[in-house]
């Protein structure tokens, strides 16, 4: 079992929006918002209002919306993050 000095911290690497996180996923998969609504059941008026940030992702939307887009939801939820490489001593 890992303990917690076997890991690194996460540093802030660019600044990207949570809905800026979801645009970049579907359109990394060549979805649109309708078609991304169509394999989630989330409306795309609601896909729309999270890319714009006027609506919050949420944990079960961003479950929901990581296996459409096939990435884990820390992508959407934390964009920009990443972890620090150990230096060596």
Same mark, same amino acid.
């Given at each position: =079992?890992?303990?917690?000095?076997?890991?690194?911290?996460?540093?802030?690497?660019?600044?990207?929006?949570?809905?800026?996180?979801? %645009?970049? =996923?579907?359109?990394?998969? &060549?979805?649109?918002?309708?078609?991304?609504?169509?394999?989630? @059941?989330?409306?795309?008026?609601?896909?729309?209002?999270? &890319? !714009?940030? %006027?609506?919050?992702?949420?944990?079960?939307r961003s479950?929901?919306?990581? %296996?459409?887009?096939?990435?884990?939801?820390?992508?959407?939820?934390?964009? @920009?993050?990443?972890?620090? &490489?150990? !230096?060596?001593?």
């Amino acid at each position: =079992m890992k303990k917690l000095k076997d890991f690194r911290p996460a540093k802030q690497h660019i600044k990207v929006s949570v809905g800026e996180s979801v %645009r970049i =996923m579907r359109e990394l998969q &060549e979805l649109s918002q309708n078609q991304l609504a169509q394999l989630t @059941g989330i409306p795309q008026s609601t896909i729309s209002g999270i &890319e !714009k940030d %006027r609506i919050s992702l949420g944990v079960e939307r961003s479950k929901v919306l990581a %296996r459409a887009l096939k990435c884990h939801p820390a992508i959407l939820v934390f964009p @920009g993050w990443e972890t620090e &490489e150990k !230096k060596a001593a």
